[in-house]
């Protein structure tokens, strides 16, 4: 019960102190909110004051996390699709297709060479650590695309682009994680069949169709009930939260894939209601959104793999740089020309560079530690997404402002080159 309570105040306490004080964490000391919740892990953890012990709780520490990550992303996922402009993924499709089809299966292959390479574990092993930190993460994602310093300094163009793809990229990384964990349990000709017919056609395939018909039938349901006045104002909240939870249930119980029905739910229901509710509800949203985010990653700190990060020496470290520095920006440089939305260098840079890995690495590291039992997936995997909950996090707000300025003095630059040439 102490255990309880004390995980109770700690999230209390952390909501609190970032709800007066996030915007000058950001502006002053460069800080994020999950950078701060893994902190503050860290620090009630084994390895600090010792008050909370996951190990303690009688429950296995894969199951905890896996479900906590999937519960989070399932409540980030709606609030990422209704802050999409309508239409955004049919009017982007094509950049979108770009960075779904080409760079995220380039970011499989270069996070799992380099992980094969660098810590000389088994090829499929290799591979199936590289698809667990191959998507882009929408919580991560939101604390860099959303507060004043990035509607300040960043375009919309660019942060919807960061948004809608993290948030897609989510599911869609379902059957590449599936792909190695299923060569890993079964023969190859058996694997691939089983990856073809469950877990594209079938998981996929039906998280499509489950998320699109829940979240239509979601909006249609909250316009018959504004019309008949039947709904209090302030209920879209609690609305958009119960549809991330119905959808969640019931594509797990259909077997198919509940990350990616939630995102599509959250994008049908956006396209069948109007822009008004949303608009009021937006600060309460993201207030919403921090509140059931922040837990995930103080159980991070909490459930951190000390021992074995200092056991590996030097490889750590040189994953994580080379991580962060091949994992994306190579592939973005390579495709930028087809992705619309970046018209120049630095843009490119950022896009580039801003591709984190926080709570769907968790999901899928722990579903792939239950199902195949391989050690060295959680330790490799949360010193990456801890890695870049640090580099990200630090760097937002400084990349931000290093975009403004150069933005501000292209615009410029721009201006007075027409008015010369008049």
């Known amino acids: 019960m102490n255990q309880l309570n004390i995980a109770l105040m700690a999230v209390g306490s ?15 000391w460069w800080a994020s909110d999950p950078m701060m919740a893994l902190l503050f892990g860290v620090l009630l953890g084994p390895v600090g004051l010792a008050w909370l012990e996951p190990s303690s709780w009688g429950i296995a520490q894969e199951v905890l996390l896996e479900q906590a990550a999937r519960f989070t992303l399932a409540i ?31 970011m499989w292959l270069a996070s799992s060479f380099l992980v094969y390479f660098i810590m000389g574990i088994p090829f499929w092993e290799a591979m199936l650590v590289g698809a667990v930190i191959t998507p882009t993460d929408p919580i991560v994602a939101t604390s860099i695309v959303t507060g004043v310093v990035a509607k300040r300094n960043l375009p919309e163009r660019l942060r919807h682009l960061i948004s809608a793809e993290s948030g897609a990229n989510d599911g869609l990384a379902y059957p590449i994680v599936f792909l190695p964990l299923l060569l890993l349990k079964r023969p190859p000709g058996d694997a691939l069949f089983h990856w073809v017919i469950r877990s594209i056609v079938w ?26 006045n039947t709904i209090e104002e302030k209920s879209f909240l609690g609305y958009t939260i119960a549809l991330s939870l119905l959808v969640l249930g019931a594509a797990k119980l259909l077997g198919s894939d509940g990350i990616l029905a939630v995102f599509v739910a959250g994008l049908m229901l956006s ?42 020496g030097w490889s750590g470290p040189i994953l994580v740089v080379a991580v962060l520095l091949l994992r994306r920006l190579p592939a973005i440089f390579l495709v930028n020309r087809w992705i619309r939305p970046i018209q120049n260098f630095p843009e490119t840079l950022f896009v580039g560079w801003f591709g984190p890995i926080g ?11 239950r199902e195949t039992q391989v050690h060295q997936l959680w330790p490799i995997a949360s010193l990456i997404i801890c890695a870049s909950i640090f580099a990200h996090g630090w760097t937002a707000t400084p990349g931000s402002r290093t975009y403004g300025r150069w933005h501000q003095k292209h615009a410029e630059g721009q201006a007075e080159g027409g008015g010369r040439s008049q």
């Open 14 to 28: 952390l909501v609190l102190i970032l709800g007066l004080l996030s915007n000058f964490l950001r502006r002053a």
């Open 76 to 106: 980030g996922l709606m609030g990422v699709a209704l802050r999409l402009p309508k239409n955004y993924i049919f009017l982007h499709w094509q950049p979108l297709a770009v960075l779904l089809g080409l760079v995220m299966p380039l």
């Open 203 to 228: 998981e996929v395939g039906m998280a499509v169709v489950v998320g699109a018909v829940l979240g239509y039938a979601a909006g249609r349901l909250l316009d018959w009930a504004e019309e008949k």
């Open 271 to 312: 396209e069948t209601i109007g822009g008004n509710e949303r608009a009021e509800e937006e600060n309460i949203q993201e207030a919403i959104n921090r509140f059931f985010s922040l837990p995930i990653f103080i159980l991070l700190g909490l459930t951190i793999s000390w021992q074995d990060w200092a056991a590996w």
């Open 359 to 369: 709570v769907a690495a968790i999901y899928y590291a722990n579903l792939g530690m």
